[in-house]
C-alpha cells in the first residue's frame, strides 16, 4: 500500500510501514491519518502478525511543524485524533529509529512496543522549551516506560537523550549500527511472528492494562492546556528561540495569572 506519505509492504508475517515525507518527517494530521488508516488495513488481514514502524531520511520525525505557525492558527486537535487512533491498533509493533524523535515524534515513537535504535538516535520531549505543555499522550506513555523521575527530567528540561542513555533508561529496547537498524527491526518483528498471533494480541491487550483509553485521558487534558498556552507570549518566544538556536527568554508566570 501507498499513499502520499506512508508505504506498507508486507513481506512474509512481517508489514514494513514507512513514513516518507523527509527531510523532517514533520507530522500532520494528514499524515498521521494515513498512518493510522495502514496500520488498521494491517489489522484485518491475518497474514499480518507483526509491524515495523520506520521513516525516510535521516531523521525519524521532528514532530509537528511550527516554525510558520502563529499562536491563532495552531489547534492540535486535528493531529491528535488521528494520533489516538494508533493506540488502538492490534499487531505488536518494532519501531525502527533510525535517528532524532522529536516532540511529537517522540510521542509517535512511544505508540510501538519495542524501539530499536543507533548511536545518531536523539530524543527530546522540546514542549516546554517551546513554551507549552506535552501532548501526543506523552504524560501517561513516557513515565510509564522510563518513570516518573526521567520523565520529568525530559519534561522540565528538554534536553535531548542518546542513543546509548536512550538504552540504559528503556527508551530503546536494543542499540545497533545505523546500517543495520531496520533488518534488525525487521528481525526482531519475525521472532515475534513465530509465536501464536491470537496468544500474542491478546497479551499484548492484558499487558496494556487499557492503554488507549488512559492515553485519551491524558491526552484531552494536555490538548486543554495546549490550546490556552499557545495564545500566550511564551509559546511565540520558544519558536522563535528554537528557529534562531538560541536559549529562550520567558516571561514570569504562575499557574491562575491567566495572561494574553
Do not use: W
Not at 511543524?65 to 494520533?83: C, G, K, L, M, N
Not at 491487550?205 to 490556552?228: D, F, K, M, P
Request: with cysteine; glycine share 8%.
Amino acid at each position: 500500500m501507498k499513499t502520499a506519505t506512508v508505504t506498507s509492504t508486507l513481506d512474509g508475517h512481517v508489514a514494513t510501514v514507512r513514513l516518507d515525507a523527509p527531510p523532517h518527517n514533520f507530522l500532520s494530521a494528514a499524515l498521521l491519518g494515513e498512518l493510522a488508516d495502514q496500520l488498521e488495513v494491517l489489522d484485518t488481514q491475518a497474514r499480518c502478525r507483526a509491524i515495523v514502524l520506520t521513516s525516510s531520511g535521516k531523521v525519524f520525525s521532528a514532530g509537528a511543524e511550527f516554525s510558520s505557525a502563529t499562536d491563532s492558527a495552531v489547534d492540535p486537535r486535528p493531529i491528535y485524533a488521528q494520533a489516538m487512533r494508533l493506540f488502538d491498533t492490534r499487531k505488536p509493533t518494532v519501531a525502527a529509529i533510525q535517528g532524532a524523535a522529536i516532540g511529537a515524534g517522540l510521542g509517535l515513537a512511544l505508540t510501538a512496543d519495542f524501539r530499536i535504535g543507533c548511536t545518531q538516535t536523539r530524543f527530546a520531549a522540546n514542549f516546554t522549551r517551546l513554551g507549552f505543555h506535552p501532548g501526543f499522550g506523552l504524560s501517561h506513555t513516557l513515565p510509564r516506560l522510563v518513570g516518573i523521575q526521567m520523565a520529568s527530567r525530559m519534561f522540565y528540561t528538554g534536553e535531548r537523550i542518546g542513543g546509548e542513555q536512550a538504552l540504559s533508561i528503556g527508551l530503546l529496547d536494543e542499540l545497533v549500527p545505523q546500517d543495520e537498524l531496520v533488518q534488525r527491526a525487521q528481525a526482531f518483528a519475525l521472532e515475534i511472528s513465530h509465536s501464536a498471533p491470537l496468544a500474542v494480541q491478546t497479551t499484548r491487550q492484558t499487558l496494556s492494562a487499557n492503554l488507549a483509553q488512559q492515553v485519551r485521558i491524558a491526552n484531552e487534558r494536555e490538548c486543554s492546556l495546549q490550546l490556552e498556552q499557545f495564545a500566550h507570549a511564551d509559546f511565540r518566544e520558544g519558536v522563535a528561540a528554537g528557529a534562531e538556536r538560541r536559549l529562550p527568554v520567558f516571561e514570569d508566570r504562575q499557574l491562575g495569572r491567566r495572561q494574553p
